[in-house]
């Protein structure tokens, strides 16, 4: 017998039809002989209905007011879903995060998990029960309620997994894995069976959407085994879990691309000690995100040239700041593009394994593709190039790794 | 100063406009030196939804999870009520049916509130904060989420009323108060200043919606003034009060019709003890609610007729049961007739004043309209007759007994 975290996400619970399917999938687990534990999101699209409620209601936004709207949907599916299970067959009730409780900080509208008290949970499975939580949700020190942010039911998921040791968190999603890379893109991507923590973590940090970081994070600190299936297939999923326990151990795991960055190059900036400071300070005060950086001696050799990456959505603003701070500073000219895209290839094996990165730029090279940036980690090589050869360039990686499918 | 709990209906926070609307006649009770409690329905039409729901998900519905979900739509308006106060700079906050809290019995679905911790209610209002309270929901001996059955809300703002010894309640809604009858058919109605408990217990439990029995019944034990009007209109409204309170009152106070009600006549009788018995508890055991019941002695004297009233929906079930039964009882005939109106003259004046219902005989008789059943209280004298002539009688009584305005 396993004691299994089934959590379903928006599109898993979108409408009755789905709840009933997703209450099959746990039956199904049930039958299996193992001990099942539910969280469920709210349906798609209702969340976003709530904070749209809430933007009308305008003024300056109570957060713990906030909580308190958007916290009704995973209520009310909570109860929707112990309903389907009861008409199944199966002895099934709804934990509210009161109840239960799951303790979180007071930070409203992003709460952290602070504590589970696992007594009750522990007493509903002993009774044969299965018991359903609705995810996103906490209690603040103060007995109010509070959410977990964007992503919330997944960290519900993995730290009910956690504190209940469950020997697994099943993901349900409308994607059946973590592939190699994008399908859409490369018809010969593959599912991953399994991939390690710290991968997933460099995939979700450079935009697959499948589970978010902090996620990640809390399934690693736990060691959670955690499974991204899909609620509309019978396939097994891809399975996040430590190092150790991936035999064969792909030098590459997986290419990633982000198109949400922008490039802004600064030219002949007058080059002194303090002026990275000068430059990236004002950028952090306006609380815009800098990603990566490279600096290099420009071509009269008195100056230095910058390039440096931001989020699209932030480019203006970033421009701007730059722009106020110019004559101050002593930048000769700002040059900003956004017409371009990162490609980061991952994998845990390049800490053993020389020559990832220098394979990655001669297959880029190879198709003639112009490296405009380039930063590493530990366990991933990213590069920014210009967007219209952004497809090309993973194909060509995807090929030059050995990823294909056969 | 005076404490007045403010109830905002479905209809009355049915959008974020109407919520913003509800939130300015807070703040104009507050500004006049009031403190204030509020109380909110769901969105109108979300309540249902979420039935609907439920009912989609089929199976044997457990009452608990039905509360759980029915109860996520007055959540969201409660947050959402606090953070509109809050954007017209008013201190307010949402306390949840389990926050506060509102101790009802177990049974799901339609609870009795069995008492309210008022402690931190008070604290709140002594803080000079506005507490925002959802309707319709409680907590269970068991912690769980109770729902307190349709017009649950009312219940919840007599029964804070009643804990707090608020001055008055509330309860807006989508009608200006409490007329002689229906302005649709008499537009000469008059709106009530004054009605007592009692009569609004009779108008109630005759088919006037406005407030729910349980409500009256609840306001009329604790002796909580409830208010009755508009969030639409500035006009005051009616205020539902003990007899002490009004000085001149009315013989009759309104005259009410319920159309959903229908006849069925037993003919021929076998005329013997206990055949009422044996007509009746079939019925009972089937739960269907019999109203008015006369009986005759037939036109050959040894037989008997015995009409009765049910509700119009329980006719067709009503007949299949007699039919089942008819040849053991010894029933002649039976007769069902579904078009027929009940038509009522309430009035704690009729307690201290005869005739009054000799007046509405005679009255119907001038017009030429049959009357088929009778029934009295202390307070009310029905009668049932043909539909077609409902609307005829309510305006010639309405006439009779000096309701017209002016």
Not at 160 to 180: E, F, N, P
Request: proline content about 2%.
């Amino acid at each position: 017998m396993a004691r299994i975290v089934q959590k379903f996400g928006g599109t898993s619970v979108a409408n009755i039809e789905c709840i009933k399917n997703a209450a099959l999938r746990v039956k199904a687990e049930r039958d299996a002989g193992n001990e099942v534990v539910v969280v469920v999101s709210a349906m798609s699209g209702a969340t976003n209905e709530l904070i749209e409620y809430v933007n009308q209601i305008g003024g300056l936004c109570d957060a713990r007011e906030y909580d308190v709207v958007v916290s009704s949907g995973e209520q009310s599916n909570a109860g929707l879903m112990a309903l389907a299970l009861q008409g199944l067959g199966i002895q099934a009730r709804s934990w509210l995060g009161w109840q239960i409780a799951i303790q979180t900080d007071a930070v409203h509208g992003k709460a952290r998990i602070t504590g589970i008290d696992k007594n009750k949970l522990e007493k509903s499975l002993a009774e044969g029960e299965i018991p359903v939580v609705p995810g996103f949700q906490g209690l603040s020190p103060t007995n109010r309620v509070t959410t977990l942010g964007r992503g919330g039911s997944d960290l519900t998921a993995v730290a009910l997994a956690g504190a209940l040791k469950a020997d697994r968190c099943d993901i349900y999603t409308d994607v059946d894995g973590i592939y190699t890379t994008d399908p859409r893109i490369v018809s010969k991507a593959k599912k991953l069976s399994k991939i390690t923590y710290e991968e997933m973590l460099e995939m979700a940090s450079l935009g697959s959407k499948v589970l978010q970081t902090r996620s990640v994070e809390l399934a690693m600190n736990h060691n959670v085994r955690v499974q991204v299936r899909s609620s509309f297939k019978d396939t097994p999923g891809t399975i996040v879990v430590s190092e150790e326990e991936i035999v064969e151990q792909q030098v590459v795991s997986g290419i990633s691309q982000s198109k949400d960055e922008a490039k802004i190059t600064l030219l002949k900036i007058a080059d002194q000690p303090g002026v990275a400071a000068a430059i990236f300070g004002p950028l952090a005060d306006a609380a815009i995100n800098v990603d990566m950086i490279v600096q290099n001696i420009s071509e009269d050799g008195n100056t230095t040239d910058l390039t440096f990456t931001v989020g699209t959505v932030d480019l203006n603003k970033a421009v701007a700041v730059l722009e106020k701070n110019q004559a101050k500073i002593g930048i000769g000219e700002i040059v900003a593009d956004s017409d371009v895209v990162k490609i980061s290839v991952v994998g845990v094996g390049m800490r053993s394994h020389a020559g990832v990165a220098q394979k990655m730029f001669k297959t880029l090279a190879d198709k003639g593709i112009n490296i405009k940036v380039i930063s590493t980690s530990e366990i991933k090589v990213s590069v920014l190039v210009a967007e219209e050869y952004g497809e090309l360039a993973i194909r060509a990686l995807h090929t030059a790794y050995g990823l294909d499918a056969d």
